[in-house]
């Protein structure tokens, strides 16, 4: 199995920005697809951004122009660069892989049937 370890989480005001890192270790690769998705407080866990072999990037409308994914694979790690941070934007960050025979396109949604490994979380707190 791949293990997905996320950081660069934290507190920040509204305004602020914040890096974060998921690394991927293990045996077994990881999919086509990489991706964070975010737990808001009361929400269902929600698409954030991903990013496919090749480059190809899908953003959540509530996250374009502000949050940026990129990956470096040298270093076999998935990046998402958050900018003009909200309150709104508090959550708990979780990086994902799509399964290995997932050769579609990195939606955002539809989560159970895309992505099958997922990083533990870290934490995301913006204050006004």
């Avoid at 077994?28 to 954030?48: D, H, I, L």
Wanted: glycine residues 14%; charged residues 20%.
């Amino acid at each position: 199995q791949v293990q997905l370890q996320e950081s660069g989480g934290g507190s920040v005001q509204s305004g602020g920005s914040l890096k974060l890192s998921c690394v991927a270790s293990g045996d077994a690769g990881v999919g086509s697809c990489m991706g964070w998705f975010r737990q808001r407080p009361g929400r269902a866990r929600e698409g954030v951004a991903t990013i496919r072999s090749g480059g190809q990037t899908i953003h959540a409308d509530s996250v374009r122009g502000r949050f940026t994914i990129s990956q470096d694979a040298d270093k076999n790690t998935t990046y998402l660069q958050m900018n003009d941070l909200e309150p709104e934007d508090t959550a708990v960050y979780y990086c994902t892989t799509s399964r290995r025979d997932y050769t579609g396109i990195c939606w955002i949604t539809r989560e159970l049937e895309i992505y099958t490994a997922w990083g533990q979380g870290t934490q995301v707190t913006v204050s006004s």
